[in-house]
């Protein structure tokens, strides 16, 4: 089973795009990859990550979160800010656990291990859905450990809170994205469920959390930290930051070596854990 650009429908019944492979010979294991902030499922080398599983028989399905700035006729960077602006935590949360449900009803074959990846953000987000009772492992890399600490602070915040929008800036895209104050105005509506170190008390799956020691987008404590709060493993890879040094656009063929001991380490990870 192979399929490519097909389309969910996600929170705020907004539609956004998902892939899903399951190899001839599925070994069972099913990775469900979440990416993080301002990014998308075709970003760098997540496509190259994807086939790497692939070839050791695993399932792996990757998907746009829907108010990720992606559109269904273009899933690559950010055709609709509008979509970007109205974004929030809890949207993120739906989406995942949207795509689990589609996941369990579209895979025919039997899934003995359904394991959730995220990166960055999307590592936060992973984290909050591994409670789900059909998730069997989580594996976060370079992720968050909380979510409320990445909101702006002090005075950038009464300006957010005063004006009802903040702008960041896309250095690779030239863009300027907007958040509106409702994603802020959601966490505190949602806090119950978007709080990592509560909800990591009710985790009871095996947990891997990958950092880069050399980081500076997401410090590499917040791994720490996480592996903490789940009696999770950590693991650091040397001389690498937030994304194992990929970029996008990725021109080759091949996985960076970084990433590629990353995506090792996960697969050891995995295999280990089916022996216990």
């Not at 760098?44 to 559109?71: I, P, V």
């Not at 966490?187 to 050399?214: A, M, Q, W, Y």
């Not at 970029?247 to 995506?263: G, I, R, S, T």
Request: net charge positive; glycine share 6%; aromatic share 12%.
């Amino acid at each position: 089973m192979r399929l490519k650009n097909q389309i969910y429908t996600g929170a705020n019944n907004k539609k956004a795009l998902f892939d899903l492979t399951i190899p001839e010979q599925f070994n069972g294991k099913l990775l469900l990859f979440l990416h993080g902030y301002k990014g998308f499922k075709d970003w760098g080398c997540w496509n190259l990550m994807e086939d790497f599983f692939l070839k050791k028989h695993y399932g792996f399905c990757k998907f746009n979160f829907s108010h990720n700035g992606g559109t269904v006729q273009n899933g690559i960077d950010f055709p609709d800010l509008n979509a970007f602006a109205n974004n929030r935590y809890s949207y993120e949360l739906t989406d995942t656990l949207k795509m689990i449900d589609i996941l369990h009803q579209t895979v025919k074959v039997k899934i003995d291990d359904f394991i959730l990846v995220g990166h960055s953000r999307g590592g936060g987000i992973a984290t909050l859905a591994s409670t789900e009772e059909r998730v069997n492992k989580l594996i976060t890399l370079a992720s968050v450990s909380d979510l409320e600490s990445r909101f702006p602070k002090n005075e950038k915040f009464e300006d957010w809170k005063n004006s009802g929008t903040y702008f960041v800036n896309n250095a690779r895209t030239k863009q300027r994205m907007t958040h509106n104050f409702s994603f802020y105005t959601d966490f505190i509506e949602n806090r119950k469920r978007l709080d990592i170190s509560s909800v990591t008390k009710h985790i009871s799956v095996p947990c891997l959390h990958i950092h880069g020691d050399k980081d500076s987008s997401v410090l590499p404590f917040e791994s720490e930290r996480l592996a903490n709060l789940t009696n999770g493993t950590y693991l650091e890879i040397k001389n690498t930051q937030h994304t194992f040094d990929a970029k996008h656009p990725w021109e080759v063929q091949e996985l960076p070596p970084k990433m590629k001991e990353m995506c090792t380490l996960m697969d050891i990870w995995i295999k280990k854990q089916a022996q216990h």
